[in-house]
T-cell receptor, first 109, second 119 residues
Framework: GQNIDQPTEMTATEGAIVQINCTYQ??????LFWYQQHAGEAPTFLSY????GLEEKGRFSSFLSRSKGYSYLLLKELQMKDSASYLC??????????FGKGTRLSVIA | DAGVIQSPRHEVTEMGQEVTLRCKPI?????LFWYRQTMMRGLELLIY????????DSGMPEDRFSAKMPNASFSTLKIQPSEPRDSAVYFC?????????????????FGDGTRLSIL
């Protein structure tokens, strides 16, 4: 089976940097996705990592370490609109995505 | 471009009634996924289709749930009879999977969801 863990909630200050961690246990690992979900809305795709290292996309970056089964999403220059849930999801072999329960991020002034 | 379209957006009905949720995937996508999201269990995959064929329905809770995809542009998820514990947000997502076998690294695009309340 697969197991994905991420913190339930985090709080950070506007303008700061926050790192949301995700650990996964899966066989036949084939990549890791991050999605953003605002309250009452659909999840939207943020990033995909399959190789070790950091992928940067504007204020958002995602890191992967395959050997450690670990990923993080880094959000810089936080804005109030970044308050949302962030879902980590692992792709394994020929099975569909398995999502973590999400980390609810609150950005405060 | 039109995204994934789901209907209805909200549904409130009494237990025992039949509920039908509808989904139109993004044109050109060949895979469609039905998810259920609750606070307790997060986002759970119920079933997915590839080229209109159900591939994995192991997430379907029980026989009261059924899903169909009669063509590439339409899918339904039906609950009959409905129960209060079925109350959740149901999402449909689609993606384009290239190549045979592997699910690939193409992101899934989600519809706005159907918020279902069974009284």
């Amino acid at each position: 089976g697969q197991n994905i863990d991420q913190p339930t909630e985090m709080t950070a200050t506007e303008g700061a940097i926050v790192q949301i961690n995700c650990t996964y246990q899966t066989s036949g690992f084939n990549g890791l996705f991050w999605y953003q979900q605002h309250a009452g809305e659909a999840p939207t795709f943020l990033s995909y990592n399959v190789l070790d290292g950091l992928e940067e996309k504007g204020r958002f970056s995602s890191f992967l370490s395959r050997s450690k089964g670990y990923s993080y999403l880094l959000l810089k220059e936080l804005q109030m609109k970044d308050s949302a849930s962030y879902l980590c999801a692992a792709l394994s072999g020929n099975t569909p995505l398995v999502f973590g329960k999400g980390t609810r991020l609150s950005v405060i002034a | 471009d039109a995204g994934v379209i789901q209907s209805p957006r909200h549904e409130v009905t009494e237990m025992g009634q039949e509920v039908t949720l509808r989904c139109k995937p993004i044109s050109g996508h060949n895979s469609l996924f039905w998810y259920r999201q609750t606070m307790m269990r997060g986002l759970e995959l119920l079933i997915y289709f590839n080229n209109n064929v159900p591939i994995d329905d192991s997430g379907m809770p029980e026989d009261r749930f059924s899903a169909k995809m009669p063509n590439a542009s339409f899918s339904t998820l039906k609950i009959q009879p409905s129960e209060p514990r079925d109350s959740a947000v149901y999402f449909c997502a689609s993606s384009l999977i290239r190549g045979q076998g592997a699910l690939g690294n193409q992101p899934q695009h989600f519809g706005d969801g159907t918020r279902l309340s069974i009284l």
